[in-house]
T-cell receptor, first 111, second 111 residues
Framework: GQQLNQSPQSMFIQEGEDVSMNCTSS?????WLWYKQDPGEGPVLLIA?????ELTSNGRLTAQFGITRKDSFLNISASIPSDVGIYFC???????????FGKGTLLTVNP | EPEVTQTPSHQVTQMGQEVILRCVPI?????FYWYRQILGQKVEFLVS????????KSEIFDDQFSVERPDGSNFTLKIRSTKLEDSAMYFC?????????FGEGSWLTVV
């Protein structure tokens, strides 16, 4: 099946630092989505990317759809304590809208 | 802002019992999904539903599982004869096109 390799698995940073995480795949995806999940809750959509090379920002978050369509990264600038959570990348291929998720990046921000 | 709502938020059931998880997708969305997340693991696709029929399902979605849209607003996941390994958070999701929105999940514990 389709696999997304998400890294790093976890990060422990100081408040104010920038963060970067990425997902790679051996398969081509035509949509990349980034979600944040707080404990006991559902994934909340952060950024959606639909075209190769697309760079999109949402506040302090910036994500890019890789040119090869096999990767994507998410950057968080000037992290704050409420950024704590698990960040998932998800990719979609074909026309059925099914998502394949990465294993997540656990972000801890030390105030 | 429109959201996907799920009930119950938490259910404990005896092994072998049947469980029905309910979802109300976002009203103008046409595609509906169930995903599963075992504690500490990534979100996994179970099934997608469009035009009143299953459009895709994963290998996890065996004969034990079924989905139904009994009326114009609800979308249900039925698990027959639950097993211990069915314990997980079950997320309903819906989409209009490319972007998928998730509910807050139903936490199922099989004992």
């Amino acid at each position: 099946g389709q696999q997304l390799n998400q890294s790093p698995q976890s990060m422990f940073i100081q408040e104010g630092e920038d963060v970067s995480m990425n997902c790679t795949s051996s398969s081509i995806f035509n949509t990349w989505l980034w979600y944040k999940q707080d404990p006991g809750e559902g994934p909340v959509l952060l950024i959606a990317l639909y075209k190769a090379g697309e760079l999109t920002s949402n506040g302090r978050l910036t994500a890019q759809f890789g040119i090869t369509r096999k990767d994507s990264f998410l950057n968080i600038s000037a992290s704050i304590p409420s950024d704590v959570g698990i960040y998932f990348c998800a990719g979609r291929r074909g026309s059925n809208y099914k998502l394949t998720f990465g294993k997540g990046t656990l972000l801890t921000v030390n105030p | 802002e429109p959201e996907v709502t799920q009930t119950p938020s938490h259910q404990v059931t005896q092994m072998g019992q049947e469980v029905i998880l309910r979802c109300v997708p976002i009203s103008n969305h046409l595609y509906f999904y169930w995903y599963r997340q075992i504690l500490g693991q990534k979100v996994e696709f179970l099934v997608s539903f469009y035009n009143n029929e299953i459009s895709e399902k994963s290998e996890i979605f065996d004969d034990q599982f079924s989905v139904e849209r009994p009326d114009g607003s609800n979308f249900t996941l039925k698990i027959r004869s639950t097993k211990l390994e069915d314990s997980a958070m079950y997320f309903c999701a819906s989409s209009e096109s490319n972007t998928i929105y998730f509910g807050e999940g139903s936490w199922l514990t099989v004992v």
